[in-house]
């Protein structure tokens, strides 16, 4: 069964230092990863996906499939970046299965 | 800020009775999933609609159904409420099921069983 694991459900980190969120995956098939975020009194929303090798508001996330994780980063954290993060699994072998499996989600605070 | 669309914001029902809540998918999106998050925990999957017929169903009973309409609009029923079962209900809407695209969620309705 696939599963995703968040290590840290809350985490604060210094306005300007650097900030990792952790998420380690277990799949046996051929999982695609995402990062949703939470900001206060807002929806769920997409951050980033693996297969889009982009950086989203100053955040970069690497599969990294030998070590079955996606650990978010943001070299730099600001203020804004303060929110609810849910690292979030979805499983594309099998065609029309549109299942996301998420983490329990880390709170980030970032402190002025 | 998407499409999509959720009522009521909340609810308050007691164990044993039934509710209904309703989802406005974002226009053009045939897929719609619908999600529970209790306090504390992640959303979980509890099913999945494309084009009006069930399309993949996570771990819940079967007191839990829906049913997606033609026109972008979809409903979660619940029987037999459990006190278990107050929660955040999301919904979340795509354009094509098994495809790579991004899964846009509605603000939740948020359900309370006494």
């Known amino acids: 069964a696939q599963r995703v694991t968040q290590p840290e459900k809350l985490l604060s980190v210094f306005k300007g230092a650097p900030v990792e969120l952790k998420c380690n995956y277990s799949y046996s098939g051929s999982p695609e990863l995402f990062w949703y975020v939470q900001y206060s009194r807002q929806r769920l929303q997409l951050l980033l996906r693996?297969?889009s090798r982009e950086s989203i508001k100053g955040f970069t996330a690497d599969l990294n499939k030998g070590e079955t994780s996606f650990h978010l980063k943001k070299p730099f954290a600001q203020e804004e970046d303060s929110a609810m993060y849910y690292c979030?699994?979805?499983?594309?072998?099998?065609?029309?299965?549109?299942?996301?499996?998420f983490g329990t989600g880390t709170r980030l605070t970032i402190i002025p | 800020e998407t499409g999509v669309t959720q009522s009521p914001t909340h609810l308050i029902k007691t164990r044993g009775q039934q509710v209904t809540l309703r989802c406005s998918s974002q226009s053009g999106h045939n897929t719609v999933s619908w999600y529970q998050q209790a306090l504390g925990q992640g959303p979980q999957f509890i099913f999945q609609y494309y084009r009006e017929e069930e399309n993949g169903r996570g771990n819940f009973p079967p007191r839990f159904s829906g049913l997606q309409f033609p026109n972008y609009s979809s409903e979660l029923n619940v029987n037999a409420l459990e006190l278990d079962d107050s929660a955040l209900y999301l919904c979340?809407?795509?354009?094509?099921?098994?495809?790579?695209?991004?899964?846009?969620f509605g603000p939740g309705t948020r359900l309370t069983v006494l």
């Open positions: 693996h297969i």
């Open positions: 979340a809407s795509s354009l094509l099921a098994g495809s790579t695209d991004t899964q846009y």
């Open positions: 979030a699994l979805k499983d594309i072998s099998n065609f029309g299965n549109e299942k996301l499996t």
